[in-house]
């Protein structure tokens, strides 16, 4: 798979020398998708990078990282900034959906998230009510999670935090309703990004 864009032209278009990428992967994606959305098509991400980093890299030894790429709507990836990791001279990395190169990229984190959060259980009932009002079609739901439809504070907050692939099917419904009482702030930003496809 090859994506006819140099780093020349990105260069040129983005009007930010590729030296002043590093550590603005986000920022780099984004420009990319707004100067080229013909040939990139696809959706920002921010996540985890889970591949190798090799020495000589400024993140060398710091592993997983926080990454920004695009996700292409026909699969696949695009990171104009993966050469980073890899300590070589600057290139617009591309996969296609079936590489295995794919897995090295953990969008909103959820992976690493649930390796870590996994042995955790569901927090107990603190007794400080949360103002939600949660739709009928989550309370069966939420009974079987919480063991009661009305989860407390602490609750909501472990709900909003979990990553999105344990909120399914109910993922969008439960950020809408955080979003609309005014909860918006404990949803992580590039979970909520990846749910409705925002751009920051």
């Given amino acids: ?6 780093v020349g032209k990105c260069e040129k ?11 603005r992967c986000h920022e780099i994606a984004n420009l990319l998708l707004k100067h080229y959305p013909q040939k990139v098509q696809g959706h920002s991400r921010y996540g985890k990078y ?22 292409r709507l026909r699969g ?25 190169c794919v897995v090295e990229y953990d969008v909103a984190g959820d992976r690493f998230k649930q390796s870590i959060l ?18 009928q079609s989550t309370k069966a739901w939420l009974r079987r999670v919480f063991g009661t439809d009305k989860p407390c504070r602490d609750q909501v907050f472990w709900l909003a935090n ?6 399914k099917p109910y993922h969008k419904v439960v950020y809408q309703t955080l979003i609309d009482t005014g909860l918006d702030t404990w949803i992580p930003i590039d979970n909520r990004q990846l749910v409705f496809n925002d751009q920051y």
């Fill in 1 to 6: 798979m090859v994506l006819h864009i140099s």
């Fill in 13 to 23: 278009a983005i009007d930010i020398n590729a030296s002043d990428w590093p550590c």
């Fill in 50 to 71: 889970l591949g190798i980093i090799v020495e000589g890299s400024p993140f060398y030894g710091e592993r997983p990282v926080r990454h920004g790429w695009i996700a």
């Fill in 76 to 100: 696949g990836i695009i990171d104009p900034t993966r050469w980073i990791f890899e300590n070589v001279d600057p290139y617009i990395f591309v996969c296609g959906a079936k590489n295995p």
């Fill in 118 to 135: 996994g042995v955790r259980g569901v927090p107990r009932h603190c007794g400080i009510e949360c103002p939600v009002q949660w739709p």
């Fill in 162 to 167: 979990q990553p999105v692939n344990l909120l």
